[in-house]
Structures are given as structure tokens and as C-alpha cells.
């Protein structure tokens, strides 16, 4: 199984800019599909981004497009989360996490231990 881990979150002010970065060690990166989910205490986890195996196809939730930015480098066994525009809607915890078999990914076998973004207004 992948072990994931989140790297590059903190405080920002609104219309500022951060780069998170996943992670991945313990098994070949390119074998999974990869989203970012975020949550905020009390809500859902809301999927936010995916990136197919090779990094070919891109989703994102509406909430997000065109102001985030999902991608790959699987010689580096990373997936990095552009986060542009940034509000204060956008604070949240956020996650990455794992699907081997399915695009767009669903059932998710590894999750990051999530990192903190806050947006002050």
C-alpha cells in the first residue's frame, strides 16, 4: 500500500497563492489515480481534484475550477494542489489520497494525514 503525506499549507491572505504537495512512498505512484479532498469541522470531505495514473485527465469540483490547478510528477512520486485566488471559503483541512483502479477515483485505499490551510480575509 502507498503511505501518503501533505506538505506545503499555512496562513495566507485572501487572493493569495499556496502549493500544496503530496507525498508518496511504498509503491509505484504512477499505479494510482490521486485526488485532494478537503474538510472543515462539521462538514463533509469534499473531493476537490483528481489526476489520472499518468496525469492525462484533470477534474475538478466547481467550487474550485479555475482557480486550483492538480498535477503529477511521477519521477518524483509526487502530486502537487496549485491553489490560486485563495478565499476565506477555501480554509480548510486538506487531504490527499489514493484510488489503484478507477478514473474518475472513488474508492479510495491510502489518505494523507491532512494539512491546514487557512485564508484570512
Known amino acids: 500500500q502507498v503511505q501518503l503525506k501533505e506538505s506545503g499549507g499555512g496562513l495566507v491572505q485572501a487572493g493569495g497563492s499556496l502549493r500544496l504537495s503530496c507525498a508518496a512512498s511504498?509503491?509505484?505512484?504512477?499505479?494510482?489515480?490521486v485526488a485532494w479532498f478537503r474538510q472543515v469541522p462539521g462538514k463533509e470531505r469534499e473531493l476537490i481534484a483528481a489526476i489520472s495514473w499518468g496525469g492525462g485527465n484533470t477534474d475538478y469540483a466547481d467550487s474550485v475550477k479555475g482557480r486550483f490547478i492538480i498535477s503529477r510528477d511521477n519521477n518524483k512520486n509526487t502530486v502537487d494542489l496549485q491553489l490560486n485566488s485563495l478565499k476565506p471559503d477555501d480554509t480548510a483541512t486538506y487531504y490527499c489520497?489514493?484510488?489503484?483502479?478507477?478514473?474518475?477515483?472513488?474508492?479510495?485505499?491510502?489518505w494523507g494525514q491532512g494539512i491546514q490551510v487557512t485564508v484570512s480575509p
Open positions: 489520497a489514493t484510488d489503484r483502479f478507477r478514473w474518475p477515483p472513488s474508492q479510495f485505499d491510502a
Open positions: 511504498g509503491r509505484t505512484f504512477s499505479d494510482y489515480c
